[in-house]
């Protein structure tokens, strides 16, 4: 079920790009479920895929306690606690791997303030410690490699005996009397359990149940805050010098450069369908057994016109945010006005069907394989910048089952629930503290770019926000579940209840895993008391919490 709040069209204030164009996206993207017909696209690079058809069908019931969809970091720690809990439980892994993000190139994983994480998720962390050789509960390590954490993630959930379920994408579900009775995927099993937890990135279950949610950003208007909607000049990733934008310099009528859309720049502050963007968090390596960048199938230099008129005004940065991991290896974040995010391509994932999807994630590779490619190859680009690239490459025992590139894309946000309880910049702000606090949160409100327009004949970002916030501040449960009436056996992982803004408060690997515990816990209080998750005992729910270690208040008493 749709939550419209300040919908307006893409086209009229954010445009699509054409890159957009070529994937055959229309303006009205995100609002339609449906696949877009055709034939799934080949590979940009060998066995690198979000989605296939399933190739063995299967009749199979599988019933439990609990079900959890997604195997991300928050649905590795929602089916281990609620086996600690006591429950069986069952965990239908989107892919082949567990742990999301936090195994597929984010290694480098932002805290905010450290001592605030607690529960599983410092479990995690020191459990990463203790693989590279570390001991004491002290002993956490906050940056890692890919292999070693997918290594914690499967052993967490070997040893809580959950019943794991690899590339498993959900089709339908079956509600009766306002719950949730059986969820099927598109292989043919079937999922029948008591409480089920959504820890899907994009919220499909979510959707699927008919729970309530948006898309986009918000106006301000809508819960009376500053950095919400359409934002200019807020934070990192701007151009730090201006660049034309038109393929013939000081020339409109010759055209944009690829990667910029011609959409006006709106109202700021005024509400929106569109996200923020998408990137994959690569791991790369410096030593020197690295390997080159591949180039991808649609290799097309003329795509980097922009980054190279960029780099001709003397401004490189796209490496300024590739952090050292272990071994020589690196995390590769987005960095400057024009690096990996790969903007307005991505309005219709978060209700994309599988192809949609499937399609806009082979974009993103292109994108993002054809910028190194381009920086490290092509005789265009200043011999400084080729050689400042080729210094990194792929590392040659990550991801090897895909080219050494990271095997899921980063989304960073998609749907999100609106519940009895929205969290917003007031919560991050502390402004306002919700009284049911099941983790904390305290990073800044951080969103990337959302698109890349002209404003006064030159190139520019808009979308990013980077707002420090006083301190951690406590995470509602209310927001983990649907509102009173929608369904009464669901609980929310990834896609919580949040004000765009707000979300990117919440938005990090960390904090899911800590939400995740929470839904974990939730859902063997409202089995054990025979309740609707709406109508926990909070004061049961925060006992459950407190003996596994989570963090509820900040200071920490």
């Not at 459990?127 to 004491?136: F, K, N």
């Not at 400057?336 to 192809?355: C, F, K, Q």
């Not at 490459?393 to 609106?418: I, K, P, Q």
């Amino acid at each position: 079920m749709r939550h419209e709040i300040d919908r307006r069209t893409f086209l009229a204030v954010g445009g699509l790009t054409a890159g957009a164009a070529v994937l055959g996206l229309t303006a009205a993207g995100p609002a339609s479920a449906q696949p877009i017909a055709g034939q799934l696209p080949a590979p940009e690079l060998d066995g690198l895929r979000y989605w296939s058809p399933p190739s063995r069908p299967t009749n199979e019931v599988v019933s439990t306690d609990v079900f959890v969809y997604g195997g991300t970091s928050a649905g590795v720690t929602a089916a281990v606690q609620a086996h600690r809990e006591g429950k069986t439980v069952a965990l239908a892994s989107f892919n082949s791997y567990l742990g999301g993000l936090s195994s597929s190139g984010l290694g480098h994983s932002d805290m905010g303030t450290v001592d605030s994480v607690g529960g599983l998720a410092r479990e995690f962390y020191q459990r990463i410690g203790t693989a590279y050789g570390l001991d004491g509960v002290d002993g956490m390590v906050w940056q890692f490699e890919p292999h070693v954490a997918a290594d914690v993630f499967d052993a967490l959930a070997a040893e809580s005996n959950v019943r794991l379920y690899r590339d498993q994408h959900l089709a339908s579900v079956t509600m009766r009397d306002g719950a949730l009775a059986e969820v099927v995927m598109d292989d043919g099993r079937r999922y029948r359990a008591k409480m089920f937890i959504d820890a899907s990135y994009e919220g499909d279950l979510v959707a699927k149940a008919g729970v309530t949610f948006t898309v986009g950003r918000e106006s301000n208007s809508v819960y009376g805050e500053t950095y919400n909607g359409i934002q200019f000049g807020n934070g990192d990733n701007h151009f730090l010098v201006p660049v034309d934008p038109y393929v013939r310099p000081g020339r409109p009528s010759s055209g944009l450069l690829p990667g910029i859309s011609p959409a006006p720049p709106g109202t700021p502050g005024s509400g929106d369908g569109l996200v923020q963007a998408y990137n994959f968090r690569l791991c790369l390596s410096a030593a020197a057994d690295r390997e080159p960048y591949p180039k991808p199938r649609d290799y097309d230099p003329s795509r980097y016109a922009l980054l190279l008129r960029y780099i001709e005004a003397g401004v490189f940065d796209v490496f300024g945010n590739t952090v050292d991991v272990s071994h020589g290896k690196r995390d590769m974040n987005n960095n400057g006005a024009v690096a990996t995010d790969d903007l307005g391509v991505n309005a219709a994932w978060p209700e994309g069907g599988y192809l949609v999807r499937e399609r806009i994630f082979q974009e993103h590779v292109r994108y993002q394989a054809g910028m190194l490619y381009f920086l490290a190859a092509d005789p265009a680009v200043p011999r400084a910048v080729r050689d400042y690239t080729r210094q990194y490459g792929m590392t040659h025992d990550e991801f090897g089952a895909t080219s050494a590139w990271s095997h899921e894309l980063y989304v960073r946000e998609g749907r999100r629930m609106v519940a009895d309880y929205v969290m917003t910049e007031h919560n991050s702000l502390g402004q306002t503290a919700a009284p049911d606090s099941i983790a904390l949160a305290s990073y800044v409100m951080d969103s990337h770019n959302t698109r890349r327009i002209v404003v006064d004949g030159r190139a520019t970002n808009e979308g990013n926000v980077q707002v420090h916030i006083p301190g951690p501040f406590p995470i509602s449960y209310r927001a983990t579940v649907p509102r009173a009436g929608e369904c009464r056996n669901l609980l929310v992982a990834g896609a919580l209840s949040a004000s765009h803004v707000a979300f990117g408060s919440l938005r990090l690997e960390p904090v899911f895993m800590m939400i995740g515990q929470a839904t974990g816990s939730a859902a063997a209080s409202a089995i054990d008391a025979g309740v609707a998750v709406q109508d926990i005992d909070y004061d049961d729910l925060r006992r459950r919490l407190l003996a596994g270690n989570a963090l509820l208040q900040w200071p920490v008493n």
